[in-house]
């Protein structure tokens, strides 16, 4: 068993990110006495800052975005002195020599890199921390998203970092596989005797994807625009739930036999064209509206200009393999939705003859239905027929719930932040969580498909009045096969 890192550093500690997740999740690893002995939290940004004012910043972040019946001043206060900060700008390699004397005599116990920082300074901070001698056999390196803006950007990136460390030593972050509900995806299917053998194409009709936001850009203007939905969204938290629920089972429970099957499905996406994501896709944009009561505008106007960057979009996509071919996958995200939610349903398709039909007499049959919400409630759902109650000779069936609420069966569990899964498996070198070089090429070869077809095609952005789920397009995309989306 590999001894867990004694020391984390973190590039981009002064971010956003930093302050809402990573630090709340290291101290709440502490408080749960998770952390290694004599851990140090070695914390780098571009601002010139001493030790104690940067452990104030830290203290006032978890004083903020920590519940208050969670943070306690004993354990703030021994979290502070596993706090430094040292300041560092990539672009200055001389900068990197501070850090290295900051780390003196702890790098043979291990050092987990954390970079939460633009992928552009992904390269010269990983060369840096070589030329400072900061890269070992048990040096690891965490890359938040995003892993480039296409395939080729992405290997741009990846070649950069791989160059300098080796594949298993690599951790690229997609918070989405730290959610407790994603990682139970693969207890429910290979967990339960009763759903593995339905989970093909003999059996299920169609499954949703819905992952949807209330927010708008909420800062992230220069970011975003630009990217756009599908980038943002697609390329990577929903392709992911897309491999879970849809690769073969692994042989073991591993990284490399987890991830090896998500890549065979990601290889398997049917890849879009200029005729296909006509009727396949949909391409949205929120205009002003009304979100939950409250009056916003629209992205246009929170951006300042007219732009073409979807904020929206829908897609019909087939997996092409034995499991599912056939099988349509709807998956649709977006900004300015109605409520958030991320959600998977699984129509099941309907039972091949019913015995309790009668000319001129509706028995109320329906399909079986797996819903199976991630957030913010968690739960899972089957929707199945049961008789309603009553002594007329003619059976009359009607739908009824069986609902399982994790939140509910596991209430004295508290619910963890995703990044406290992700940094705890960083420091014990576990990447079964994380993915994998090759499962991130095959997503962007799949996206560079629709964006290609997108241009060919010279698709548009359709308007929606932001508090509805999209354009009327994407009804009519799932709504001509004669399914709905699940609102």
Known sequence: MTEPSATFLLFGATGDLARRMIFPSLYNLLADGLLPDDFLILASGRSEMSDDAFREEVCAALRQFLPAD??????ASQF?????????????????AALAQRI?????????????????????????????????????????????????????VNDGIGALFAEDQIFRVD???????VQNLLALRFGNVMFEPLWNTGAIDHVQITVGETVGLEGRVSYYDGVGALRDMVQNHILQILSIITM????????????????????????????????????????????????????????????????????????????????????RTGKRMPARQSEILIQFKPVRHSIFWRAGHGTGLEPNTLIIRLQPEEYIRLLIMSKRPGLERQVHLEEVTLDVSLTAAFAGQRRRIAYERLILDLLAGDQTLFV??????????WIDSIIDGWKEANMKVAPYSSGNWGPSSAIALIERDGASWHD
């Not at 890269?135 to 690891?140: C, K, V």
């Not at 918070?175 to 509900?181: N, Q, R």
């Not at 994998?436 to 070869?445: I, K, S």
Request: charged share 25%.
């Open 70 to 75: 969670r943070y306690d001043d004993e354990v």
């Open 80 to 96: 502070r002195t596993m706090i430094g900060y040292q300041p560092v700008d990539a672009a200055k390699p001389d900068q990197f």
């Open 104 to 156: 003196d005599g702890r790098l043979e116990r291990g050092l987990s890199v954390y970079l939460s920082t633009p992928p552009s300074l992904f390269a010269p901070t990983a060369q840096g921390l070589a030329d400072a001698g900061l890269i070992a056999a048990n040096t690891r390196i965490a890359m938040e998203k995003p892993i480039g803006k296409d395939l080729a950007s992405s290997k741009q």
């Open 175 to 181: 918070h989405y596989l730290g959610k407790e509900t």
């Open 248 to 331: 073969e089972p692994p042989a073991r429970m591993d990284p490399t036999a987890v991830r090896d099957e998500k890549v065979k499905v990601l290889r398997s996406l049917r890849p879009m064209t200029a005729e296909t994501v006509k009727t396949n896709s949909v391409r949205g944009q929120y205009t002003p509206g009304a979100v939950q009561g409250e009056i916003v505008t629209g992205y246009a106007d929170e951006l300042g200009q007219p732009s073409d960057t979807e904020t929206f979009v829908a897609l019909k996509a087939y997996i092409d393999n034995w499991r599912w071919q056939g099988v349509p996958f709807y998956l």
């Open 436 to 445: 994998r070089r090759d499962e991130v090429e095959a997503q962007w070869t």
